[in-house]
T-cell receptor
Framework: GQNIDQPTEMTATEGAIVQINCTYQ??????LFWYQQHAGEAPTFLSY??LDGLEEKGRFSSFLSRSKGYSYLLLKELQMKDSASYLC??????????WGAGTKLIIKP | NAGVTQTPKFRVLKTGQSMTLLCAQD?????MYWYRQDPGMGLRLIHY???????AKGEVPDGYNVSRLKKQNFLLGLESAAPSQTSVYFC?????????????FGPGTRLLVL
């Protein structure tokens, strides 16, 4: 079956760095997405990886290793507004997104 | 340019009642999706459409029907609502098979079935 795993919850301190991991097993691979979702809101796009390596976008970076079925989202210089759920999703061979359950990130002052 | 809109934003139904959720987009996107999101679970795909007049089943299609008569609209119907269908429903769109694109999400519809 298809499966996306990510930690349920993480806690970090304002100004610090946090890494959220995602492992996946899917039928085919057409890219991996990271989304941010604040409570009560719709998910918003953060990053897309289809080739191995690191993609950097401001304070956020995303890494992909296709051979290991592994990705991480790295958030630097954490701010209180970064408190949210972070969703990992993989697009399979049918162009459907398979979603992880999300990681709730709690930022403490 | 409104992007993706969903109607209604919130609804309370009694078991056995029917309703239709409307998703509308003004971006001329080919692909449209209906998801449900429940606490502690990832977004689960109910049905999707790859173009006007076409629909396909997703991961959890039972109890739902869909129609895509016009490219800009994707309707999700519940013929006989059940408490298990209490959830937040999100509509999303994609331009097409250019997979580097992000999915664009509507604001969600919160449905409570009593």
């Amino acid at each position: 079956g298809q499966n996306i795993d990510q930690p349920t919850e993480m806690t970090a301190t304002e100004g610090a760095i946090v890494q959220i991991n995602c492992t996946y097993q899917t039928s085919g691979f057409n890219g991996l997405f990271w989304y941010q979702q604040h409570a009560g809101e719709a998910p918003t796009f953060l990053s897309y990886n289809v080739l191995d390596g690191l993609e950097e976008k401001g304070r956020f970076s995303s890494f992909l290793s296709r051979s290991k079925g592994y990705s991480y989202l790295l958030l630097k210089e954490l701010q209180m507004k970064d408190s949210a759920s972070y969703l990992c999703a993989v697009m399979d061979s049918n162009y459907q997104l398979i979603w992880g359950a999300g990681t709730k990130l709690i930022i403490k002052p | 340019n409104a992007g993706v809109t969903q109607t209604p934003k919130f609804r309370v139904l009694k078991t056995g009642q029917s309703m239709t959720l409307l998703c509308a987009q003004d971006m001329n996107h080919e692909y449209m999706y209906w998801y449900r999101q429940d606490p502690g679970m990832g977004l689960r795909l109910i049905h999707y459409s790859v173009g006007e007049g076409t629909t396909a089943k997703g991961e959890v299609p039972d109890g739902y029907n869909v129609s895509r008569l016009k490219k800009q609209n994707f309707l999700l119907g519940l013929e006989s609502a059940a408490p298990s269908q209490t959830s937040v429903y999100f509509c999303a769109t994609l331009p097409g098979t250019s997979v580097a694109e992000t999915q664009y999400f509507g604001p969600g519809t919160r449905l409570l079935v009593l």
